[in-house]
DNA sequence: ATGGTTGCTTAGCAA
C-alpha cells in the first residue's frame, strides 16, 4: 500500500508545526507540498529530516516553491518545466519514488480573467500537457499532484454563481485542464466521490471556510495503471479548521 | 450590520 497526499501549506515556515502533525497523524509515505514561500537554504529540512522524511525541495524567495517529502528514497529530481521557455517561478517539482514518478505542481493563480498573469496560467497549462508528452509515459506509473488553481466542473465549487467565470472555474483554464489530464491521467477524487464536492480551498476572505465556500483545486491525478490500483481518495478537511490554519486542506490517495 | 484574511516584507503585492 502506498498513502499519498499533496497540501498547499501556503508557507511551510508559518505551517511547520501543522505540517508536523499532520504527517504524523496521517502518516502517508509521499507528500507533495506547495507554496513553500522560501529558498531551498530556508526550508526547514533539519525538522522534516529529524521526523524521518527524504526531502526533495525546489524553492524562491516569498513565492511559489514546491516539495516532495517521502518515506522511501528518492532518485532522479527534476526541478521545473525544462522547456526553451524558462522558469523564473518555481511551480514544478519530479522526483522517481520505487516504481513510480510523482510530480508536484502549484499552478499559477491567473489573478483575473483577461490579465497579464491569466494569459501566464493558460500558457503554463499547455506548457505542462508538453512537459508530460516528450518526459513521460501514459503507460507507465506516474502521480501529478498539487494544486492546479482550476476546478474542473461545477460540483467542484459549492457556490457556483459566487465563482461562475473567474480564474478558478473559467471554460478556457477547464479546457487546459482537460488537455493536462486527457495525456492520460484519471482524477482519483472521482474515483470515490460521485457528487458534489469535496472541496479542498477555502478562501480566508469573506467568512469562506464558515461559509463552506469551497472549491476542489488541488487535485491527484494517476496514470491509468495506477489508478486502478486507487483503493480511497479523500480531501483532510480538518486541516482546514482551528488556528491559523493554510487555506488549503490536504487531499489524499492511496494505492495498493 | 450587509463586513468579515493571511503571509512576506515592511506598503504593497499575491492569493
Same mark, same amino acid.
Given at each position: 500500500?502506498?498513502?499519498?497526499?499533496?497540501?498547499?501549506?501556503?508557507?511551510?515556515?508559518?505551517?511547520?508545526?501543522?505540517?508536523?502533525?499532520?504527517?504524523?497523524?496521517?502518516?502517508?509515505?509521499?507528500?507533495?507540498?506547495?507554496?513553500?514561500?522560501?529558498?531551498?537554504?530556508?526550508?526547514?529540512?533539519?525538522?522534516?529530516?529529524?521526523?524521518?522524511?527524504?526531502?526533495?525541495?525546489?524553492?524562491?524567495?516569498?513565492?511559489?516553491?514546491?516539495?516532495?517529502?517521502?518515506?522511501?528514497?528518492?532518485?532522479?529530481?527534476?526541478?521545473? !518545466?525544462?522547456? &526553451?521557455?524558462?522558469?523564473?517561478?518555481?511551480?514544478?517539482?519530479? #522526483? /522517481? @519514488?520505487? =516504481?513510480? +514518478?510523482?510530480?508536484?505542481?502549484?499552478?499559477?493563480?491567473?489573478?483575473?480573467?483577461?490579465?497579464?498573469?491569466?494569459?501566464?496560467?493558460?500558457?503554463?497549462?499547455?506548457?505542462?500537457?508538453?512537459?508530460?508528452?516528450?518526459?513521460?509515459?501514459?503507460?507507465?506509473?506516474?502521480? !501529478?499532484?498539487? &494544486?492546479?488553481?482550476?476546478?474542473?466542473?461545477?460540483?467542484?465549487? #459549492? /457556490? @457556483?454563481? =459566487?465563482? +461562475?467565470?473567474?480564474?478558478?472555474?473559467?471554460?478556457?483554464?477547464?479546457?487546459?485542464?482537460?488537455?493536462?489530464?486527457?495525456?492520460?491521467?484519471?482524477?482519483?477524487?472521482?474515483?470515490?466521490?460521485?457528487?458534489?464536492?469535496?472541496?479542498?480551498?477555502?478562501?480566508?476572505?469573506? !467568512?469562506?471556510?464558515?461559509?463552506?465556500?469551497?472549491?476542489?483545486?488541488?487535485?491527484?491525478?494517476?496514470?491509468?495503471?495506477?489508478?486502478?490500483?486507487?483503493?480511497?481518495?479523500?480531501?483532510?478537511?480538518?486541516?482546514?479548521?482551528?488556528?491559523?490554519?493554510?487555506?488549503?486542506?490536504?487531499?489524499?490517495?492511496?494505492?495498493?
Amino acid at each position: 500500500m502506498l498513502k499519498l497526499a499533496t497540501w498547499n501549506v501556503n508557507s511551510v515556515r508559518a505551517r511547520l508545526e501543522r505540517l508536523l502533525a499532520f504527517l504524523a497523524r496521517e502518516n502517508p509515505d509521499v507528500v507533495c507540498l506547495q507554496e513553500l514561500k522560501v529558498t531551498d537554504a530556508d526550508f526547514p529540512r533539519l525538522e522534516l529530516e529529524g521526523a524521518g522524511w527524504q526531502v526533495a525541495v525546489h524553492g524562491q524567495k516569498t513565492y511559489n516553491g514546491v516539495a516532495i517529502l517521502s518515506r522511501a528514497p528518492l532518485s532522479h529530481v527534476e526541478p521545473g !518545466l525544462n522547456d &526553451d521557455v524558462g522558469d523564473p517561478e518555481a511551480r514544478l517539482l519530479s #522526483a /522517481r @519514488v520505487g =516504481d513510480a +514518478r510523482v510530480v508536484s505542481v502549484y499552478v499559477p493563480n491567473g489573478k483575473v480573467v483577461g490579465s497579464d498573469k491569466w494569459a501566464y496560467k493558460l500558457a503554463w497549462m499547455r506548457r505542462l500537457r508538453a512537459y508530460l508528452e516528450r518526459s513521460a509515459d501514459p503507460a507507465g506509473l506516474l502521480v !501529478l499532484c498539487g &494544486d492546479f488553481n482550476v476546478a474542473p466542473e461545477d460540483r467542484d465549487v #459549492a /457556490r @457556483v454563481e =459566487d465563482w +461562475r467565470d473567474t480564474v478558478l472555474t473559467h471554460e478556457e483554464a477547464r479546457v487546459a485542464l482537460r488537455e493536462i489530464v486527457g495525456w492520460g491521467l484519471t482524477d482519483t477524487i472521482r474515483i470515490h466521490h460521485a457528487g458534489d464536492g469535496p472541496y479542498t480551498w477555502w478562501d480566508y476572505r469573506m !467568512l469562506g471556510f464558515p461559509k463552506n465556500n469551497g472549491l476542489r483545486i488541488d487535485h491527484i491525478f494517476a496514470t491509468t495503471a495506477l489508478a486502478a490500483r486507487c483503493r480511497d481518495a479523500y480531501v483532510d478537511r480538518d486541516e482546514r479548521k482551528g488556528k491559523l490554519p493554510s487555506d488549503h486542506a490536504p487531499v489524499v490517495a492511496v494505492f495498493d
